[in-house]
């Protein structure tokens, strides 16, 4: 059984990498495990920047394996936002309400969810800087008119599936982790773990 450290505050992202990486064989730990309660700032232009920002903080404060995801929501409507900028475009408990009303009067409701992974092991097996594995997933579908369901976190009641003909928190765990973005990020990571 490999360890890893997951490199998140957010415990929706959490919850769903336990039930992802757990029957793949990783013991999966978390950052209160370790006491760091702090996340590094994150400064990059992409997801996959801030991804491998977080992940390196967090392996060099355990000095473990760390995996580490950055997400959002990405609107065509809105140009792409909000983007890497999701979890910060408004406080804490208004921002679903707040991309629904950005989106009021809108026809094209496209977006697409986006999540991008960096696993950074420490130094060691022959690579003096440790080495990374990143991969990515992606998730179509559209800003529905107004919330429905309760599964899930975050911009799930407003992410509407053409496909289930209903929102990521109106699926049940394991339908999200089947069409998920998130999903499809730890199918590619695991891919390419296998294959190194
Ligand atoms: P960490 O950086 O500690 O991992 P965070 O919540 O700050 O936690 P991000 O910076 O990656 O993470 O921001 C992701 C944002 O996108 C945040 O507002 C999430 O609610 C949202 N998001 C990501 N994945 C999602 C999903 O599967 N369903 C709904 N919303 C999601």
Redesign the pocket.
């Known amino acids: 059984m490999q360890t890893i450290v997951l ?4 415990p ?2 959490a919850r ?1 990498f336990a039930r992802l990486l757990g029957p793949a064989g990783f013991t999966v730990k978390t950052l209160a495990d370790y006491g760091v309660t702090e ?1 590094p700032e ?1 400064t990059g232009a992409t ?1 996959l920047e ?2 491998r920002i ?1 992940a390196r903080a967090a392996m060099e404060a355990t000095g473990l394996p760390a995996l ?6 990405c609107v065509d409507a809105l140009g792409g936002a ?1 983007g ?1 900028l ?3 475009f408004a406080p804490s408990g208004k ?1 679903t309400e707040t991309l629904l009303r950005s989106m009021e009067g809108r026809d094209d409701r496209k977006a697409r ?1 986006v ?1 991008a992974l960096a696993l950074a092991y420490p130094a060691g097996d022959g690579y003096p800087d440790g080495r990374e594995i990143t991969a990515e997933g992606f ?1 179509e579908g559209e800003i529905a008119e107004e919330p429905g369901g309760t599964n ?5 009641p407003i ?1 509407f599936l053409p496909e289930k003909k209903r929102t ?1 928190a109106q699926l049940t765990p394991e339908e ?1 982790d089947a069409v ?3 999903g499809a990020a730890i199918r590619a990571l695991l891919k390419s773990l296998k294959g190194t």
Do not use: I, W
């Not at 490199?7 to 957010?10: E, I, K």
């Not at 580490?68 to 929501?73: H, R, T």
């Not at 899930?152 to 799930?156: K, L, R, S």
């Open positions: 490199a998140t505050h957010n929706g992202k769903e996340g994150e997801f801030n991804a977080k580490a995801d950055d997400s959002g929501l909000p890497v999701s979890a910060r921002r969810f999540c998730c899930g976190f975050g911009y799930d992410f990521m999200k998920s973005h998130r």
